[in-house]
């Protein structure tokens, strides 16, 4: 099955093989917040890097703030993307508090419906973890995901999926469908929207403004 490469690269274990030519097509030269995947200097990242450490307090207020943390670094990547003249989507891929690999938004400049932001986080995921499924992982990503990003999703197996704003037009976890919770599925995912919803938000309406402009 195709899936499209990370725009920016996390750094891969030398025993990692190489991405194949038809993955590498999709990658652009590496820019903005992302051009240093896993470690960005960024107050988001420290705070993330901090949660990854167990600086954290009780289980549910940890919780808030990881998920908080992670989604700065996927907004990171969604103003990457906007500088890009991307739509501002920014996706993170996380295991065990552990950053697994970030991405955003790359179908204009990559020509290719593919590069949707949760698809190259996922592709990268797999290849650094050399899983073909990402089990007790979960997702960040700004925008609710398409019915195409939310199929992935679910062949991954991520144990939860959190996300910013809804897409009423193309959402596929809530606002047009229920792709990870319909109780016919084989695997259902834990969901949760509302994080940095303000934040992202503004993102895309400024972007669309600016198009009408």
């Known amino acids: 099955m195709f899936v499209p490469a990370l725009a920016n690269p996390l750094s891969l274990p030398q025993a990692r093989p190489a991405l194949p030519a038809w993955d590498r097509l999709l990658s652009g030269p590496s820019a903005g917040p992302g051009a240093a995947a896993g470690a960005p200097d960024s107050g988001a990242a420290a705070r993330a890097e901090s949660l990854e450490l167990g600086a954290l307090g009780g289980p549910e207020a940890d919780l808030e703030r990881m998920d908080r943390a992670f989604m700065e670094l996927a907004l990171e990547e969604a103003r990457a993307a906007a500088k890009e003249d991307e739509v501002p989507v920014g996706a ?78 193309f959402g596929a976890l809530a606002s047009l469908g229920a792709v990870l919770s319909d109780p016919r599925l084989n695997h259902r995912a834990e969901l949760k929207e509302g994080v940095c919803a303000s934040e992202a938000r503004d993102l895309l309406q400024s972007f669309f403004r600016s198009k009408r402009a």
Request: hydrophobic content about 45%; charged content about 15%.
């Open 92 to 169: 993170v891929v996380v295991s065990a508090g552990k950053l697994l690999s970030r991405a955003h938004n790359r179908t204009r400049n990559a020509a290719h419906p593919l590069a949707h932001a949760e698809m190259q986080a996922l592709a990268q995921a797999f290849h650094s973890s050399g899983q073909a499924r990402l089990v007790g992982a979960t997702v960040y990503t700004t925008l609710e995901p398409c019915f195409m990003c939310a199929g992935a999703l679910s062949h991954a197996r991520v144990a939860r999926v959190v996300w910013a704003v809804r897409d009423p037009k």
